[in-house]
């Protein structure tokens, strides 16, 4: 009979943790304005062929806040929460970028009065500079050659790091990194949208670009190292990983020369 009881009082409590992490991935797909609608079907394994990766990653990051609540026993242990995201917009447009960023300032409140600790761990700079310029992050931090140092008050520029880091590999001797493949595919997307904008993607762009269509190694290393992306080489020595970011430095050098003797002034 008592164990009936106790059974009965555990069934109530798991169906009121899934009514609560339910209510709460509709309300934060509603907020990241977007939502998943079913009209008289079932859509279960076809969802991975459906979505975009970028959807995808919306949906995993509502589930993971909503999640929370299958972590907690009593109301008190909300305070309680620390937050680790990493690489929220990984493969997101950048309209939802805002929306994450919006999430991020709203969801770890615990009260009207104080906040749960988040670390957000990113590669996108212009996310970073989003959280910093909204207020939303309290210190800010950034490692570069196996070194954390902390940023100071003022914006960073978007590209400014990634390309000091790919001009410190093609002219400087400094060896490659798990992040040179992210700085490369940054930078190269920064100049097809800006010269460009009117291609559907980044591996268009390069394409029509003779100088990077020529190059064995930049299209690949951006696909199979850029971070959220299937791997599907092997590997890559530095000496290919330098020979991509030396065709990069070059382009720039031919295309943009002031912006490569900006960056070699700060060096």
């Known amino acids: 009979m008592l164990k009936n009881v106790i059974e009965d009082k555990k069934s109530k409590i798991k169906k009121y943790k899934k009514s609560e992490v339910a209510k709460d991935i509709k309300k934060y797909l509603d907020e990241s304005k977007f939502a998943i609608i079913f009209k008289e079907q079932i859509i279960n394994g076809e969802m991975e062929d459906i979505l975009s990766d970028g959807e995808k990653s919306i949906i995993a990051l509502c589930y993971y806040l909503a999640s929370i609540h299958l972590l907690v026993e009593k109301e008190s242990d909300y305070s309680k929460i620390c937050y680790i995201i990493d690489d929220p917009i990984s493969s ?6 805002f929306c994450v960023s919006r999430l991020i300032d709203t969801f770890c409140k615990a009260d009207n009065t104080t906040r749960n600790p988040v670390i957000v761990l990113t590669h996108n700079l212009e996310f970073m ?4 310029k909204n207020k939303i992050i309290d210190l800010k931090y950034i490692l570069s050659q196996s070194h954390i140092s902390t940023l100071s008050k003022e914006l960073i520029s978007p590209y400014e790091h ?47 670009e003779e100088l990077f269509k020529n190059n064995e190694y930049i299209i690949t290393i951006i ?33 943009f020369p002031r912006q490569i003797k900006l960056i070699e002034n700060q060096l």
């Open 92 to 97: 997101m447009d950048f309209s939802y970028v």
């Open 129 to 132: 500079n989003i959280l910093i």
């Open 162 to 208: 990634h390309l000091i880091d790919i001009i410190n590999i093609s002219k400087n001797g400094t060896s490659p990194t798990h992040t040179t493949a992210n700085s490369l595919r940054y930078l190269i997307e920064s100049i097809w949208k800006f010269i460009k904008p009117d291609l559907q993607n980044v591996e268009e762009f390069i394409l029509q």
């Open 223 to 255: 696909n199979d190292f850029s971070h959220g992306a299937i791997r599907q080489e092997i590997g890559y020595t530095d000496e290919q990983i330098k020979n991509a970011c030396d065709c990069l430095v070059y382009y720039i050098e031919k295309n």
